[in-house]
């Protein structure tokens, strides 16, 4: 009996000790408290990384995500370099693998002279046939998010077909690159200065770009930029270091991690814990998030940034796929009494002080943004007054879709819900949480969507929201905007520079102002947090809503 | 008894297809364009139709239900279990990441959790209506009570993020330190969960066989409480246990969505709530296929088991 409890204890004994001991480790969980700290910290020379969160469209799993197709963290701008950056603050432009660009005053050819002397992380030179292999990846590579840049190139459409190896629209001779467009765009040079540039030498000498980001390559990328991958453990970590050869200035922290975080939930508490030191939008995703991380982690600071990102609504006035569209949606004066029933300024005061309601899709700060079109935030009499006019049915029930899976976002849509309520207009509220899977976001079976989106930065900022979005099917009704002459107006856009373009986007919205195709809500700033005890970041960073030009120069290490 | 295992396993075979075959119909049923969920919705409604049907094409979309499903079979047959539609990565590849990460959670987790739910629920049999029993039947009312993603919310909350004993998640230090630490909060909330289960278990398999007759005839000839308790009673009263315990075998594969989720713990519970979650059919369909066979090969286990255990059962 004895021997036999004397094992039974030593046994769960054993076990314990296996399960919670190890004293030693458990002091070095938290990897900030287990990294050797620099007696330099603060200098270039700290040894201490910086640790961000790796994040990915798709998920990490065992590949690194091709920048060309979505850029989800900060790796791209580490280790891969585009062809120039733009100060979305100031206008200046930062060159990067280009030494200069040039847009001729047709806006259809632009001439990029590629620098010399830029080595890959394998030691090997960058070349001009880099930078049109990466051209090719861009139009060729079907996940490509950067097709649109590039697919109005001459020729473009024969080479994507496969009818050609070259593209008609690209010539090179020595270091210059010159690209041909068949139509004129004034946002060329910034479409064209963001790409990417990859190693021509790492890809097999036939590369099929059908399958593009299933090269061998992804799993451990080769870039030209400031940070070169040392490490990658699929999927938990990577880790850089910075690249001695790089051709601009040494990033000022030398060595980074990237660990991955599941779910946002799990990266809060990761933040919390002091396991990273650097949250973009991914993490935090408004600001009450990141005071719920500083009230329980008081090392962290939050910096809003400037951002041309929007909420608005969206109408679907195709089909709906389960045939329950509304007719009356299709007139003007019925959208206009939606708009007026829900109160923009009320949602974005839920954002303290982030958000700022809007009438159009454009920045207030702006100094472009057309005061004189202005609506009340709301008025229900004035709305019911149309609806009844119109014969809205009151007894048919509309359907507002959303996909941010936020809380604040979820409350927004009821506080939207009780709008629609107080005017009496049943509706239905539905979070699409996955739109590729869910059948009420891939069908259309909604009224109105709900959207989200960044401008595309161009200083001094007139490539407005508003016309990409006119350009999306969500909408319909394409004949109706075609009569209309959207097109004619959104080509002349297109193709100027200046005041007459600025002229022209004020016409375009004044248009869809008055057309309530979509419904702004308000623009959003970023929310930036990182840990003041172990990272310092200069302000100017903050300044731009860019991320293409992070200045790592500037960034530390602190003790 | 031979004869008895194999017809077993010959059963097996229908089982496996009939499962494959409900599982990728299934799949197959589920509402909207396949292609829309393995390229980001806003590339898929700027394709040209002509694009979108040379995509399907290549990846033999356009094919009846029926010739897909022997495509598939016979690739998961050859070891080619195909790519990702939303990472475009090898699945083979993605699990080999996953899957020995959650066969050692799994694995170190049953240990615990069976020792501990023998030895407590021994324990509280031995020692039926006093405090220990009440307490320990009482906590392990709690354990399979508390879900799982509360339990594993306080472990962090007390043991990661106040005390910083542990890390809030992941499963390797990027330091090269030791893995241990990462793997304590979810072992412990698994463990919970488990052994709570085991504790009932034992317990009121214990009390039952105590009143056997085999038992007050070892009583009556006189051998030590010892002998009776281990060699009569527990012996007898792990027979259902063992059944509860083969079925978790397929935790193995299937892992802890709930615990791999909250700890972050890249293991293959977590990859197959992404793939659902995300619409990744190929990813979903292999895991939900791997845990359907695994619980059919457990459950054929467990009648083994009873089978060695007790003759009636193959007599029957």
Redesign the interface.
């Known amino acids: 009996m004895k021997r036999a409890l004397s094992l039974l204890l030593v046994l769960m004994m054993v076990i314990c000790v296996f399960v919670g001991c190890a004293p030693a480790d458990t002091g070095s969980t938290n990897p900030n408290q287990n990294v050797q700290k620099d007696p330099n910290a603060g200098t270039p020379a700290s040894e201490t990384p910086m640790y961000m969160q790796w994040f990915q469209g798709g998920g990490v799993e065992t590949t690194f995500e091709n920048p060309h197709c979505g850029v989800n963290s900060l790796y791209p701008y580490m280790v891969f370099e585009p062809l120039s950056a733009l100060n979305t603050k100031t206008g200046e432009r930062y060159w990067r693998v280009a030494e200069s660009m040039e847009l001729s005053e047709d806006l259809k050819i632009v001439t990029i002279n590629v620098r010399q002397g830029i080595k890959w992380h394998d030691g090997q030179p960058l070349t001009v046939d880099d930078v049109v292999f990466s051209i090719h990846a861009a139009l060729a590579n079907p996940y490509s998010g950067q097709k649109n840049n590039y697919d109005s190139l001459a020729g473009a459409q024969a080479f994507t077909n496969g009818d050609t190896d070259t593209l008609d629209g690209l010539q090179v001779e020595g270091n210059t690159i010159t690209l041909t467009y068949t139509s004129a765009k004034a946002t060329l040079l910034n479409d064209v200065g963001n790409l990417m540039i990859f190693p021509k030498h790492c890809f097999p000498e036939n590369v099929d770009f059908a399958v593009f980001n299933s090269y061998d390559y992804w799993k451990f990328p080769i870039g030209c930029g400031p940070y070169k991958i040392t490490e990658a453990v699929f999927p938990d970590y990577f880790k850089l270091t910075r690249f001695e050869d790089y051709f601009g200035e040494q990033p000022g922290i030398k060595n980074v991690v990237f660990k991955y975080y599941g779910t946002t939930d799990a990266g809060l508490a990761a933040a919390i814990n002091g396991e990273i030191d650097f949250g973009t939008r991914q993490l935090v995703t408004d600001k009450t998030v990141a005071n719920n991380i500083i009230v329980q982690n008081s090392n962290f600071k939050m910096v809003q940034t400037a951002g041309y990102y929007y909420r608005w609504f969206r109408f679907q006035l195709d089909e709906r796929g389960d045939g329950m569209e509304k007719a009356l949606l299709r007139d003007k004066e019925v959208r206009l009494a939606f708009d007026l029933i829900i109160d923009n300024d009320a949602m974005a005061s839920v954002y303290e002080g982030m958000a700022e309601g809007i009438d159009v899709l454009f920045s207030p700060s702006d100094p472009n943004y057309p005061h004189h079109l202005q609506r009340e935030s709301q008025n229900i009499d004035k709305a019911l007054e149309i609806l009844n006019r119109k014969g809205w049915d009151f007894e048919d029930e509309i359907n507002i879709c959303y996909y941010q899976n936020d809380q604040t976002t979820h409350d927004l849509m009821q506080f939207v819900k009780q709008c629609f309520d107080q005017a009496g207009v049943k509706c239905t509220v539905y979070c699409a949480e996955t739109p590729a899977t869910d059948p009420t976001y891939t069908e259309r079976n909604f009224d109105l969507l709900y959207v989200g989106g960044n401008a595309a930065a161009d200083y001094p900022a007139v490539q407005y929201l508003y016309l990409t979005s006119y350009q999306d099917s969500t909408i319909g009704a394409a004949d109706e905007r075609r009569e209309r002459g959207y097109d004619d107006l959104y080509e002349k856009y297109e193709s100027t520079t200046g005041e007459q373009r600025i002229k022209y986007a004020h016409q375009l919205m004044e248009m869809d102002f008055e057309d309530c195709y979509q419904l702004p809500c308000f623009t959003l700033n970023n929310c930036i947090i990182y840990n003041t005890q172990n990272i310092s970041i200069p302000e100017s960073v903050f300044e731009m809503e860019s991320t293409t030009y992070m200045e790592w120069e500037n960034w530390r290490v602190l003790n | 008894m031979l004869k008895y295992t194999l017809k077993r396993l010959a059963a097996l075979i229908p089982k496996m297809l009939i499962i494959s075959i409900i599982l990728f119909v299934g799949l197959d049923l589920?509402?909207?364009?396949p292609l829309?969920?393995s390229?980001?919705?806003?590339?898929y409604?700027?394709?040209s139709e002509a694009?979108l049907d040379r995509?399907r094409e290549?990846l033999g979309l356009n094919d009846p239900v029926h010739i897909r499903y022997v495509n598939w079979i016979t690739g998961l047959l050859k070891g080619d279990l195909g790519?990702?539609t939303?990472?475009?990565?090898?699945i083979a590849?993605?699990l080999s990441?996953?899957m020995p990460y959650t066969m050692e959670l799994c694995i170190?987790g049953l240990?615990?959790a069976t020792?501990?739910g023998l030895?407590f629920g021994f324990c509280a049999a031995v020692m039926k209506r006093t405090p220990v029993d009440y307490i320990l039947d009482g906590s392990a009312l709690a354990g399979i009570s508390i879900p799982e993603f509360f339990a594993a919310l306080c472990l962090?909350v007390v043991f990661?993020?106040e005390l910083?004993?542990?890390?809030?998640?992941?499963?390797?230090?990027?330091?090269g330190?030791?893995r241990?630490?990462?793997m304590?909060l979810p072992?412990?909330c698994m463990?919970l969960h488990y052994s709570a289960t085991l504790v009932r278990s034992v317990r009121t398999n214990m009390i039952e066989v105590m009143d056997k007759d085999y038992v007050k005839t070892a009583r009556s000839k006189g051998i030590?409480e010892?002998v009776v308790y281990?060699k009569h009673a527990f012996r007898n009263a792990l027979i259902p246990t063992m059944i509860l315990m083969c079925m978790r075998i397929p935790m193995l594969i299937g892992g802890f969505v709930v615990i791999?989720?909250?700890?972050?713990?890249?293991g293959v519970g977590?990859?197959q709530l992404?793939a659902i979650?995300?619409?990744d059919i190929p990813v979903a369909m292999f895991i939900l296929m791997l845990s359907g066979v695994l619980s059919m090969i457990a459950s054929t286990l467990a009648d083994l088991c009873t089978g060695l255990l007790d003759p009636r059962v193959r007599l029957e």
């Open positions: 589920l509402p909207g364009d829309a969920r390229i980001p919705y806003e590339q409604k700027e394709m694009e995509m290549s790519y990702s939303v990472t475009k990565q090898s590849e993605t990441n996953r170190y240990i615990v020792v501990i030895v962090m990661a993020v910083k004993w542990f890390p809030t998640g992941g499963r390797i230090d990027p330091e330190g030791s241990i630490p990462y304590v072992i412990a463990a030590s010892v281990l791999e989720q909250t700890f972050s713990y890249a977590e990859i992404k979650k995300y619409g």
